[in-house]
């Protein structure tokens, strides 16, 4: 077992703080507050090749796997959990497309997203289909060359910017059977926004309502064959979990590092106030958290790989690294006291990115339903 980063590893890591501690952050504070959301940033972390980090170098990508990609979805959330998750999101279509695309769907698609050049999202729930995401409603009907797709999306990450939009959308008849994937261009004559959430945080990432009203698409742009969807989904959802686990870390490692440099700086009863038995106790909790989520993070991304099961991995990595985060950002509040409730400290925002990942691709108790269901058949642990 090596627990040293690769050189690869750490270059991705150097490359990405550098860019977001120098650009990103430069913006973060103010555009958190107006809600702005600057596509520019992901065609420069395109050029800087990190948009495309798992997906094979014949469609443009790094063709490195997830163990790297991990790294600069982790650098990025320390600085902004929103361009962390826009980074990831826009994977997310470039993954399925490597694994369940048509050729010509990988040549159109991926190379502009992985190059940074385009946004990509991922849409699958509904009003009444969250949880439960094989119940959802949007149709797909077959007319001729084309589907004509008709319903209203939900929860939609960034589609407001995004060029390729990955839908699911039922063909067939009720369940997971009956469920397709398409990929949406933007601009598709019927493909509309409907209302942009107004949210407790992460407010440079927009979360959208999709209005689909006789969108044709071309039967060209259905991914695998009908009644693929919701595998299609499942296998997309595991991955990415990963990254929303590493998502996690990056938010935590910021509150930490924010709470250690406090404890040392702030003076109470004469001395540091992390001379104080409570407040080490606090940091060490918080720092041994850290450090198991990042273990069970980084087994996932090995275990995804080196092409073996990761389901479960991937679930139990995204509970455990984003309710960490939670902890973790929570405490880290606390410890900074009056201060850590003000904005005049980026611990409030932690605060806040660190509750939607124990929503965002599943909520923590979905994960613990897939966990639970492999342990009910294990024997042995
Ligand atoms: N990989 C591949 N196939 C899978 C799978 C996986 N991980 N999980 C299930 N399947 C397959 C099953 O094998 C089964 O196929 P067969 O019948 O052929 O065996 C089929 O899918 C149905 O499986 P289940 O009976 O397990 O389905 P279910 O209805 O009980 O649902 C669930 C399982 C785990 C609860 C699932 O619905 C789920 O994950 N729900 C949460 C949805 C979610 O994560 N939403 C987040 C959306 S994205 C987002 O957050 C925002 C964004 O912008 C990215």
Partial sequence: MNFEATPMQQELRELTRKFARKTIAATVEQDEHDGTFRPEYIRELGSLGLTGIPVPEAYGGAGLGYQHYIVTIEELARVSAAYAISVAVTGLPQVILSSFGSEEQKQKYIPKLAAGEGVGAFSLSEASSGSDAASLRTTARRDGDHYVVNGTKLWTTQAD????????????????????????????????????EKKMGMHISHTMELVLNDVRVPAANLVGNEGDGFTIAMSALDSGRITIAAVGLGVASAALEVAANHSRERQQFGKPIGEQQGIQFMLADMAVKLDAARLLVQRAAWLKDNDQ??????????????????????????????????QDFPVERYMREAKVLQIVEGTNQIQRMVIGREVHQTREF
């Fill in 161 to 196: 910017s995004s060029d390729v939009i990955l839908l699911m959308a039922r063909t067939g008849g009720p369940g997971p059977k009956g469920i397709s994937t398409f990929i949406l261009e933007k601009g598709t004559p019927g493909l509309s926004m409907g209302k942009r």
């Fill in 309 to 342: 099961p990761f389901s479960t991995a991937a679930a139990k990595a995204k509970l455990y690294a984003t309710d960490m985060a939670m902890s973790v950002t929570t405490d880290a509040v606390q410890l900074l006291g009056g201060s850590g409730y003000t």
